[in-house]
């Protein structure tokens, strides 16, 4: 890339991420002391504000770079990314987002703790949430550094790892200093400026086609190499068994997913009642859905334009192809356009990762603080001294998500946001319904439903292709392969639904049906919600 390029587009990074810092040290000024202040933005938010700032938490860097990245390399089987993130906010929206702004009142275990044992539900729920989270914010760090990797001119390692820090640190003074609220509208900007971005991209791209959606198909599965064969399934999944069961497993994985990420299930508790949390979703829907139809247009266009073998010798997993693309719409690299367009992209991409990073380390140390610590310390401690362990949680998990996007940097971002979804599905969401829906389900049903489709989730991500065995892997010279699958889920979520199950059937404690009918009737009305 070019001096120019670099310039330009350093120059909206920092214009960025300077009005986030303002917009952080102004929320900072207000009373920031309160556990709900701090977690949930003294829940003054608007449906519509929410809305945005759920698409702004939802469409992360896995959904702009990597979807378009792997369309641009598979073609059709890289649609599937986009048609599941879209479809499991149906989920969301009939079985979840009323219901959960109901029971809880700033993380996931408030809702199962409602009715159950609270020590054990909370360290089993707490424990769950912070690894998701942290896989999620792994996808994050992989995008950052291959984004500014590209616009630096270089792939070097260093360059991508003082990324990864330089992120970490960013989001660490987000959510400390500013809580849910400075992360509310730092989410919010994001999701305006990364959707004017994408339709700015995606007119372009219909306007060099002259608006035939065919003629662009055509070019794309004409460049690819692979005919026909690009616009059809299968070149992704359906080569083997293996293949095959990974698609299931996948799609599994996203629409089930969504229900159980922390940091999604924490934005229901920002608005004041259940038909506002209602009413987000429908904004959010509204917002991602427009979003994720671009996408597919942004990869066949990256795909047509670009080429894969370009985007893939940018980038072995395609997580550069939007920003290469736009600097072919804006007419090429060393042209004023291609430089204005190429650094609007990337300004906009990266903003995203720091909006979605926020997001989620804020969810992840409210577990720790309101889940893990409020369940471990000894009684008698200051109640307010909650925030303040939110705060340290927020700087170790950023140091851990540091470390692992360090290790997993050249792994495409939307399958590691697919391994994290696959996580939440399997442990989160069936504690999530058994809870709300299962009369007779008990405190040992609910913890064994929480570790077992957690570990086996985790131990099966490490037993598999990804971590070792083949090429592309982390440890591309080790080999303790032993499980087939890229993704879990095909697994990990029935064993996760079967362990709650068999922990309420061996339990020997009665269930509380009058906690049960309380929590019912709380869930669908909202009377005595928080």
């Not at 509208?185 to 999701?191: C, D, R, T």
Request: glycine residues 12%; hydrophobic residues 55%.
């Amino acid at each position: 890339m070019t001096t120019d390029h670099q310039t330009t587009a350093l120059l909206l990074f920092s214009a960025f991420v300077a009005v986030t810092l303002g917009i952080t040290t102004w929320v900072s000024r207000h009373r920031q002391g309160s556990a709900e202040e701090f977690y949930a933005g003294g829940r003054l938010f608007s449906p519509l504000e929410n809305g945005y700032a759920i698409a702004g938490d939802y469409m992360s860097a896995a959904s702009f770079l990597g979807i378009s990245g792997l369309i641009a390399l598979v073609g059709y089987d890289g649609m599937l990314y986009s048609v599941g993130f879209l479809v499991a906010w149906l989920v969301v929206l009939f079985l979840v987002a009323e219901l959960v702004r109901n029971c809880g009142r700033f993380t996931l275990a408030d809702v199962v703790a409602a009715r159950m044992r609270e020590r054990p539900v909370r360290i089993a729920a707490g424990t769950s949430s912070v690894t998701v989270s942290v896989l999620y914010l792994v996808a994050q760090m992989v995008g950052a550094g291959s984004l500014v990797a590209l616009l630096l001119g270089g792939t070097g390692e260093a360059v991508q790892a003082w990324t990864v820090v330089g992120v970490g640190a960013l989001m660490v003074i987000y959510v400390s200093l500013g809580g849910m609220r400075a992360t509310t509208w730092i989410q919010i900007v994001k999701a305006v400026l990364l959707l004017g971005g994408t339709i700015t991209l995606t007119v372009l791209v219909l306007l060099r086609f002259h608006g035939d959606v065919n003629r662009l198909l055509h070019t794309a599965a004409e460049r690819s190499g692979h005919g026909d064969a690009f616009l059809a399934p299968g070149l992704a999944y359906g080569g083997d068994w293996t293949a095959r069961f990974d698609f299931i497993s996948l799609g599994l994985a996203l629409v089930l997913g969504t229900a159980g990420l922390p940091h999604i299930l924490s934005r229901f508790y920002t608005v004041p009642t259940a038909r506002a949390a209602r009413r987000s979703v429908v904004w959010a829907i509204g917002l991602i859905g427009g979003f994720y139809l671009m996408t597919i247009v942004l990869g066949f266009g990256a795909a047509a334009l670009i080429g894969p073998d370009a985007v893939r010798a940018s980038h072995a997993s395609g997580n550069t192809a939007v920003p290469l693309l736009a600097l072919d719409l804006g007419g090429g690299a060393g042209t004023t356009g291609g430089t204005v367009l190429f650094a609007v992209v990337a300004a906009v991409a990266f903003a995203t990762i720091l909006a979605v990073v926020a997001g989620i380390t804020l969810a992840s140390s409210a577990s720790v603080a309101h889940d893990l610590y409020a369940s471990l310390r000894r009684p008698g401690g200051k109640p307010r001294s909650e925030v303040a362990v939110a705060r340290v949680a927020a700087v170790g998990i950023g140091v851990v998500a540091i470390a692992l996007g360090l290790l997993a940097r050249d792994l495409n971002v939307a399958f590691l946001v697919g391994l994290a979804f696959a996580v939440a599905a399997s442990a989160n969401l069936p504690v999530l319904l058994y809870s709300l829906f299962w009369r007779g389900f008990t405190t040992r049903g609910a913890v064994w439903s929480v570790y077992g489709g957690l570990i086996p989730a985790v131990v099966l991500v490490l037993l598999s292709p990804v971590v070792s065995g083949s090429p592309d892997s982390l440890f591309p010279e080790a080999d303790f392969q032993l499980f087939p699958l890229q993704n879990p889920g095909l697994v990990s979520i029935p064993l996760g639904f079967l362990a709650g199950w068999l922990g309420t059937f061996t339990s020997p404690e009665v269930p509380d049906e009058a906690r049960h009918a309380e929590t019912e009737v709380r869930s669908l009305t909202g009377a005595g919600a928080a």
